[in-house]
């Protein structure tokens, strides 16, 4: 039996679920008892981190014992100088999460509305719910977000909206015009954050280059070193936005909240171009891959400008990500997000691409090998 | 010119005021352009980081692409073992600061009344104001906490108590006596939280040992890395409570909010028994030699049992710490406290406490040499 909630937590969270990683490897390999176990279910980077990121984290770790520079000066320096912007338009997060979290708690009263879409990142409706937000849904049409509905939803009463684009788990995105159509005559005191967790990995012309509005827009653009730089278990994202906003967020900002180690990584991140290259790369052909062999298999693969893929099953969606995972091969399984009959797969190197899909052909039974041997 | 915060901020926290964290030592070589730079102004260990912790760190990085574990299965098991309880009983955060916050937004809703002492650590009033609290301030007796009257300030509104104990910045503690006392009849939905972040520097006999209290009252102990562990820069701390209080603040927690190094860092730093005995005899010879020091030169020193001493210095106290600060000597000045004519100054290595005294002689005249110099 799980313990229940203490009767002094507030009531906005007494009833929240909360949100249920990927498995780890370490977990898999000690609950099934086996060794050789790939992860494609958590978007990480397959070729490891970025090793220029290494080398600067290992220099910085004779002073762990000082405490972080508070205002992440030199990454925000790095990042200005980037964007032709002043560090004023810069804020830096323990992870992307986190600068979600500070714009619900700059922004977000009690009772205010935050806007959502369904399905999308489960973070933005747990995270409101937790402000003590009412949240609205605006459901996604053929797993996209249906920028007009949610635009029209948008009242005097909305705080904030959040937008994931690419979108994850669907790997689709909204266009610049889109885009453009919902910023144009929002409500004043509405924020709009626009989550791009996996701009890197982008290439299509018409995904709006989001950086052009903050000017005009009460705008937050996050970003991630997790996913193309490869440094997920760091922790450390960042958030660009006019300084007014970007002042808001910092009043509620714990003074150290990003670890040392992930700052020097990040400024060496940003200048790992081959690396990330070489990153994009292999997302593009493992993309390729993947789609044909999943379309060989009959299975519907929604378009993906990502790192991952969202596949349709069919209702054994389930069971088929519980097989793989006895066979080693760790992919999620979509129910936590109402998208039942769906299994997520990150893309991974070409030789986990092909575990994934030989794995998968075993699991349903379209494998002429396996077949014949009746398994 | 400031930047004004953005109309669309929470109004609470529209007239916050911002932390400020003690100058890093490269901000004053680079200001001031000074090379040789000592820091005795943030209580960190001047040992440098618990060595174990550092190979640990170290080993753990090529997995840095990896989220890290979300639920510090690793690091609860470990604490579970060490203090006989369950992991159930256990938090892991981005340091214990991010703690702090997570009881403020489990426990405390807009309106709220937060206890606090004054003076005592400056984010438990900031970070209660920005989750909308009335901060209900209670002045410190000669510079101890005052628990009979925060005790009597107590009301059924009183949501949340801060205790820093030892209290950062004074360097002094409450006894097993008065906490006791303290907890006593309680109004039932008061959660206490007791901040040990200088908990294994303690030698006194009536130190509490809060962990005994925690079955029987709504208690939450937080303790910290950060200090006596050396591992400031990584960002960790965890929290003891009941389950069912851990549980609401796992509610509001962000997923992957303690990154992987730090997890690591922190499960070697528990063995690292030497490294803790080390600097637990260095901090007890410091203090014992900055105390006769500062004492001959007729200041008078607050009693500590921390690794940091509060010293009055008279109304030149931020003078003081200016013209320490052009010798290269970081302190604190302590007018954020509202503790004018204080400084607050690490207990380093002690090269650098007879630095700190040296220096001190030439600022404040006392040193023959330097008056007969004529500086």
């Given at each position: 039996m799980t313990t229940l909630i203490d009767?002094?937590?507030r009531e906005a969270i007494r009833s929240l679920e909360g949100y249920r990683p990927g498995k780890p490897i370490e977990e898999v390999q000690r609950e099934?008892?086996?060794?050789d176990v790939i992860k494609l279910a958590s978007n990480e980077n397959a070729l490891g981190p970025s090793p220029k990121a290494l080398a600067a984290l290992r220099r910085a770790?004779?002073?762990?014992?000082r405490y972080p520079d508070a205002t992440c000066a030199a990454l925000k320096a790095k990042l200005a100088r980037r964007f032709k912007l002043?560090?004023?338009?810069f804020i830096v997060g323990n992870g992307s999460d986190e600068l979600l979290v500070l714009a619900l708690r700059a922004f977000v009263d009690p009772g205010d509305e935050v806007l959502v879409a369904?399905?999308?990142?489960?973070i933005y409706a747990l995270q409101a719910k937790a402000a003590g937000a009412r949240v609205v849904t605006v459901k996604s049409e053929r797993l996209r977000y249906d920028l007009p509905r949610m635009r029209a939803a948008?009242?005097?009463?909305?705080?904030l909206v959040f937008i994931a684009n690419p979108d994850n788990p669907t790997g689709t995105y909204v266009t610049t015009k889109e885009l453009e159509a919902f910023l144009e005559g929002l409500p004043a005191q509405t924020v709009v954050v626009v989550d791009e967790a996996y701009y890197e990995f982008v290439q299509a012309a018409d995904y709006p280059q989001t950086v052009r509005y903050l000017e005009d827009h009460p705008l937050l653009i996050t970003r991630s070193f997790s996913k193309a730089y490869g440094l997920a278990g760091l922790r450390v994202g960042y958030g660009l936005a006019r300084p007014s906003l970007i002042r808001a967020m910092d009043a509620v900002r714990e003074p150290f909240n990003v670890n040392s180690l992930a700052q020097a990584a990040a400024c060496a991140a940003l200048d790992d171009t081959s690396f990330l290259a070489k990153t994009r790369r292999m997302t593009e052909d493992g993309r390729r891959y993947l789609s044909r062999e999943l379309g060989r298999l009959g299975l519907d693969v929604v378009p993906s400008v990502t790192n991952f893929l969202l596949v349709k099953m069919g209702p054994k969606a389930a069971d088929v990500a519980q097989r793989l995972l006895r066979r080693g091969v760790i992919v999620r399984e979509m129910r936590a997000w109402k998208l039942d009959g769906f299994i997520r797969v990150t893309i991974g190197t070409m030789p986990e691409n092909r575990r994934f899909v030989q794995a998968l052909k075993e699991v349903t039974g379209s494998d002429p090998v396996s077949q014949s041997r009746g398994s």
């Open positions: 009767s002094r937590a099934l008892g086996l060794r770790t004779a002073q762990l014992h002043d560090p004023s338009w369904e399905p999308t990142f489960l948008a009242t005097p009463q909305t705080k």
